[in-house]
């Protein structure tokens, strides 16, 4: 099959934070390469990811992860349509491997060049699956660094509804699980242990909740939580743990759901999607589920291996824009602050 007769294939680079990842999506629904190197191990030690080390690891994966991509897409560079890449929001360093690296190949290749903002690329892996969504829908993105309600009028048109004033849902799990001692990464090591919990042992406050509007808080939670560690440890009581994450999820997720089921009445929109990070979490995609259910609106999120950070959500986002003709000029940079509205 010749490039002239076949299918708009998008080569996708994703470096902004602690993954490097690579993958190649054809015509927007045909997977046909997603590598992914993860620093975790890493950054395990350090309790966090730290930047430096980040912007090294890209450095020494990307290449490789293009040349093993090629591969097993069983194609060559020729093959290829289009070279999208995430611009930010993300670590600066790390995001410029990425950037400098696919505005190197789409130069060198005669390809257009398509910058991809992360968040809108955790929308997108919405898009990996076949299942059929229709438009205007709502959508909760929750990772660590976002956590905010869009409206989507069609593919690329947002319209922003409501944000965290403080601490995104992610953010506030990290840090909570540190202060448990849980380690790094914290969401998913909080969630294994709250399903083992009493979600009402320890009463924590619900921030924003019962307001009609779409803001976010999570900071006084968090402080919250900090607090009872802190009381227990003067008094020399135990903590149960367990009791304490499950108590914790049940408070963020609650003002997520309610949130977002409020958008749904106002906006008056039959469909719903989860993206970002958070998105996995078992205990969100569960209340989620119920409550959309119960109200006969479609819920949609990502397989696991899409919620978090990769490329293939980053191809796919690149399509649509590719469709529409929105490229990136050769100018193109990291801007670690990006935001999608």
């Known amino acids: 099959m010749t490039k002239t007769q076949a299918r708009t294939t998008i080569m996708a680079i994703e470096t902004s934070c602690d993954e490097t990842a690579v993958a190649i999506l054809a015509d927007g629904k045909e997977l046909l390469a997603n590598l992914v190197s993860s620093q975790i191990k890493t950054h395990q030690q350090y309790g966090g990811v730290v930047p430096e080390i980040a912007s090294r690891q890209h450095l020494e994966q990307v290449n490789r992860l293009i040349d093993l991509a090629l591969k097993a897409a069983g194609l060559t560079f020729a093959d ?6 995430t611009y930010g929001p993300g670590l600066v360093g790390a995001l410029l491997v990425g950037v400098s690296t696919a505005k190197a190949l789409a130069y060198s290749l005669n390809l257009p060049l398509l910058g991809i903002n992360h968040i809108e690329g955790h929308i997108y892996a919405n898009w990996l699956t076949n299942e059929k969504r229709e438009f205007p829908l709502v959508c909760l993105i929750v990772s660590g660094g976002h956590t905010a309600l869009v409206k989507l009028k069609g593919h690329g048109e947002y319209e922003l509804l409501g944000e965290t004033q403080d601490d995104a849902a992610g953010e506030a799990y990290d840090k909570v699980a540190r202060a448990m001692g849980l380690g790094y990464p914290g969401g998913p090591l909080l969630d294994e242990l709250a399903r083992q919990g009493n979600e009402q042992a320890i ?31 003067q008094k020399e009581e135990e903590v149960k743990m367990a009791d304490l994450a499950a108590s914790f999820q049940a408070s963020v997720v609650e003002v997520l759901v ?57 191809a796919c986002a690149g399509y649509y824009r590719y469709l529409k003709g929105d490229f990136a000029g050769w100018d193109l940079n990291a801007v670690p602050q990006l935001r999608l509205l």
């Not at 309610?258 to 039959?270: I, Q, R, W």
């Open 80 to 85: 290829l349509s289009a070279i999208a890449v």
């Open 203 to 233: 009463p924590l406050p619900r921030a924003m909740l019962g307001e009609n509007n779409y803001a976010f808080s999570f900071s006084g939670l968090k402080t919250a939580v900090l607090n009872y560690l802190n009381r227990a440890a």
């Open 258 to 314: 309610e949130k977002t089921m409020l958008a749904v009445k106002n906006e008056k929109v039959a469909t719903v999607l989860l993206a970002g990070g958070v998105s996995a979490n078992s205990r969100l995609r569960q209340e989620m589920q119920k409550r959309c259910a119960g109200e006969g609106i479609k819920l949609f999120y990502p397989p696991l291996e899409y919620c978090t950070d990769n490329a293939a959500m980053i």
